[in-house]
């Protein structure tokens, strides 16, 4: 009996033994030929995120299914590894990929419960599964995942596994990898993680949600003390750096990406292209890495630009009062008002803060930092009630007439004082390109992207009122007009004997000046002169001659009130429109995205945009004139030093180009930007390479200025989004769009060498009568000089007079091109001056625009 139970449990043994190798050598079979060749697993492609970057190397954006930084053996901290292996692995060292001790007790539990668990897995098999293999727990995957194990053991080494592991394993919150968990818990670079830290992220693995730090606090805690014990009793840390590790509280929080310069709306734009060219798989998983022409100098300088343009109109109009307040206040624990704040986003620098205390000329407050803050009265005395759009109330005498205790309101930090703030109604807009190729150099398409991600430079469309005026005055140049053309600036009446209405463009002063030479329209952006330009022109042309310098044609209609900017195009249209005159009458295309490249450094994409070569044209006359002039057989003409496709066309002419650049520097410095950039002491006035326009558009809903010198242009616009509120009486484009387009424009052209546009051949200088617009008299003391096309200068010569009235018309029109010793003539001009400054002081610059011709 008892020999034939031996027997019995003799075949049983060897049987299990047949079936256990048999099990393991088909499990080999199968999994040997799954196990990648030794390359791929040297030079593994991991998800990575698209990134995106400044021209001069800044990060700009981060987009991903994953966010991942592959790292080397070498930068991973040594606290983690050993945290790693004492924690997960102790024998990681000794064994070859299988930890036989480990997998004979998950034997003996198999056996007693029928589940395996994963306390057998090496840190080598758990590679392995992360690798090539889900998460399932069958026999089969994990007989494969030990084949997978050994056959690593055999190719790599054990820091090549710790590096595979390490950047490839989830830490929750789509951080893969230590380094990009290291920014999502810390916002810092894994170098600088402390020994707590390291302990933290090692015992996160153990389980992604149940001892996260940030979703469970208290079990991501003890799990962490754990991994310090398990160091201390494996002898990686000593006695000392335990016990003061384990005191060390919890510091993570979750971090957004990194990014070294704030371009939201750009990185935006990026992503939806970058996913058009090559889809969401690839845009978001495979590293790519994307260069654009954004200035990261640029970029900053338009950011502040843009937030302080919209906080000073904020201002002006007055204070809106909180955005709560809080109840039973006085009840509230310190605590529960931080818990209030915390749940408040902070917008762009503004951020919120509640009412501690009200005294005679101070408020104190609490930030969600927990700080006590102060705002002095420098800080408070401009908060007049808000009453509308174009009233204010009385200036406040005491700070509880601004706030009272238990009011949620917003604060910004100014020159290190704290002042009382809000978040403005009103919205901006602001782009810079290049003149010769379109490149943008910086975009904000908003006051804050992350409250409203509507790009206003890109999607908005604006009236651009006076703003479109430069380029009527182009078409009639091209019709034979010139700057010294007199046109009669008197009330105009347009009938529409069909429909029985009246259209009567004014100007805003009610006041009329007769025949007006085109400089002095354009400078003063006089309504009734573009009005009577466009009649002259033909409304069509004036239209067609838009559509050829690069303006939508289905965004405009062929009516007079074109000449006063009622199409709609957005501030990166108009952009681009100025940036024809810029360059000298070439047309580029706005682009951001400068090259494409992989992870690995293979380029993808480059942008080859159309570029302006000014010699071209010329070599291709030239080039013309040899080969009527010699035998083809024997001809040998340079040749152009670009592409024919890379060649920026010509639209207009340069000499007409030229001519209007030269009449928009007057804006600048005696026109309807004068007043404004004086009363912000501006450098801008001290430069002679600039010209710009203002634009305001009906009843001051929207307000711009574009402007330019050889190489840079841009536009700032501001307005409401909801196309129907005004900005408010005499919040001309002078005035609310200027100083965004100023303060850029200051900053991005400090220490750039002043460089005027060149006066091409074909232009030429001529003296005239300032009143008629002819050529001046012999020894006629008034003239002043003009620019005039080669084939357009004026053949009549002026009657000479000095009566007062051609005195008062020339200096009124251009006090700083007349030149004259004559004292009487200089005492007028001072005295011209100051009806002219006061004029623009109440604002009086530019009528706003009618939305329609009828």
């Given amino acids: 009996m008892t020999i034939n139970i031996l027997k019995k449990l003799a075949l049983f043994v060897i049987f299990i033994t047949i079936f256990v190798v048999m099990t393991i050598i088909g499990a080999f079979l199968y999994a ?6 030794i390359d791929s697993l040297k030079n ?24 991942r930084e592959p790292v080397t053996f070498e930068q991973i901290p040594e606290s983690f590894i050993n ?154 840390i000593d006695q000392d750096a335990y016990q003061l590790a384990i005191e060390t509280p919890l510091t993570a929080t979750k971090h957004a990406a990194d990014l070294d310069v704030s371009a939201p709306y750009v990185a935006e734009m990026v992503r939806l292209d970058v996913i ?34 919209l906080l ?67 800080g408070l005395n401009w908060a007049a009630k808000f009453i509308s759009d174009s009233r204010i109330g009385h200036k406040p005498k005491t700070a509880s007439e601004v706030a009272s205790a238990g009011d949620l309101i917003r604060v910004i930090k100014v020159d290190d004082q704290w002042q009382l703030s809000q978040v403005p109604e009103a919205s901006a807009g602001f782009v810079s390109i290049r003149s010769k190729d379109g490149g943008i150099t910086s975009l904000v398409g908003g006051f804050d992207y992350f409250t409203n991600k509507f790009n206003l430079v890109t999607q908005a469309r604006r009236q651009p009122g006076s703003n479109i005026k430069p380029f009527i005055y182009g078409a009639a140049f091209s019709k034979g007009f010139t700057p010294a053309s007199l046109v009669n600036d008197a009330p105009y009446v347009k009938v529409n004997n069909e429909i029985d209405e009246v259209w ?22 006089i309504n009734t002169i573009s009005t009577r330009l466009i009649d002259s022109i033909g409304p069509a042309y004036a239209e067609d001659y838009l559509v050829k310098i690069g ?103 340069p000499r007409d180009a030229f001519i209007l650049y030269d009449m928009m520097k007057d804006v600048i410095h005696s026109g309807t930007a004068t007043t404004q950039l004086k009363r912000r002491g501006s450098s801008l006035l001290e430069r002679h390479d600039l010209a710009g326009k203002t634009g305001t558009a009906n009843d001051y809903k929207d307000a711009w200025f574009s402007g330019f010198n050889d190489k840079l242009v841009a536009s700032a616009w501001m307005g409401f989004s909801d196309h129907r509120r005004s900005l408010g009486r005499y919040e001309y484009g002078g005035k609310a769009a200027l100083p965004i387009w100023a303060s850029f424009m200051e900053k991005a052209l400090d220490g750039v060498p002043e460089q005027e546009i060149i006066q091409p051949p074909g232009v030429v200088s001529a003296k005239i009568d300032p009143e008629t617009g002819k050529l001046a008299a012999l020894g006629q003391q008034n003239a002043i000089f003009e620019y005039f096309r080669d084939d357009n200068v004026p053949s009549e010569i002026s009657q000479s007079s000095t009566d007062f009235g051609r005195l008062y018309n020339g200096n009124r029109s251009d006090e700083s091109e007349n030149d004259t010793d004559n004292l009487e003539k200089e005492e007028l001009d001072q005295l011209i001056n100051s009806i002219q400054e006061d004029s623009l002081d109440e604002e009086q610059e530019e009528e706003p625009e009618p939305s329609s011709i009828f």
């Fill in 32 to 37: 040997t030929p799954q196990v990648p060749e």
């Fill in 44 to 67: 593994v492609k991991l998800q990575t995120p698209m990134r995106i970057f400044t021209q001069d190397g800044k990060l700009i954006g981060e987009f991903g299914d994953v966010r």
């Fill in 83 to 236: 945290a790693l292996v004492a924690t997960e692995d102790q024998r990681f060292y000794e064994h070859s990929g299988v930890d036989f001790k480990g997998l004979l007790r998950v034997l003996k539990v198999a056996a007693t419960t029928g589940e395996f668990s994963e306390g057998a897995s090496t840190l080598t098999m758990q590679t392995a599964r992360n690798m090539f293999l889900t998460r399932d727990q069958r026999l089969k995957r994990k007989l494969i995942e030990m084949f997978l194990a050994v056959r690593m053991e055999q190719e790599l080494s054990k820091q090549q596994i710790l590096e595979l592991y390490t950047n490839k394993v989830h830490f929750s919150h789509r951080a893969y990898g230590l380094a990009a968990a290291s920014e999502v818990y810390y916002g810092k670079h894994l170098s600088d993680l402390t020994l707590p830290e390291a302990a933290m992220m090692a015992g996160l693995l153990k389980g992604e949600s149940a001892y996260n730090p940030i979703s469970n606090p208290e079990r991501a805690l003890g799990r962490r003390n754990l991994v310090l014990s398990r160091m201390l009793s494996e002898g990686y």
């Fill in 276 to 309: 058009n060219r090559f889809g969401r798989e690839t845009a978001y998983n495979h590293g790519l890495d994307i260069v654009t022409t954004i200035d990261s100098k640029h970029q900053e300088i338009a950011n502040n630009a843009l937030r302080q343009g």
């Fill in 312 to 378: 000073e109109y904020d201002r002006r109009h007055g204070y809106k009062g909180p955005e709560q307040q809080i109840e039973d206040f006085s009840s509230k624990e310190t605590q529960q008002l931080l818990q209030i704040l915390n749940n408040t986003p902070t917008i762009a620098d503004l951020e919120p803060a509640i009412v501690l205390e009200v005294g005679d000329k101070s408020v104190k407050a609490l930030t969600k930092e927990g700080l006590d803050i102060t705002i002095p009265w420098e």
């Fill in 504 to 525: 009567r463009p004014q100007n805003d002063n009610l006041k009329y000046n007769g025949p007006t030479r085109l400089r002095v329209g354009l400078k003063r952006s």
């Fill in 551 to 653: 303006l939508p044609d289905e965004h405009m209609d062929p009516y007079q009130s074109l000449a006063l900017g009622t199409a709609s195009f957005t501030p990166l249209e108009m952009a681009t429109a100025y940036a024809v005159l810029a360059n000298g009458g070439y047309q580029v295309e706005p682009y951001y995205i400068e090259k494409v490249t992989t992870s690995y450094g293979d380029i993808l994409y480059q942008a080859t945009p159309k570029v302006v070569c000014e010699s071209c044209e010329q070599i291709r006359i030239n080039n013309q004139i040899r080969e009527a002039k010699y035998k083809p057989e024997i001809r040998n003409y340079p040749e152009l030093p670009l592409p024919e496709h890379k060649i920026a066309k010509e639209v207009i002419d």
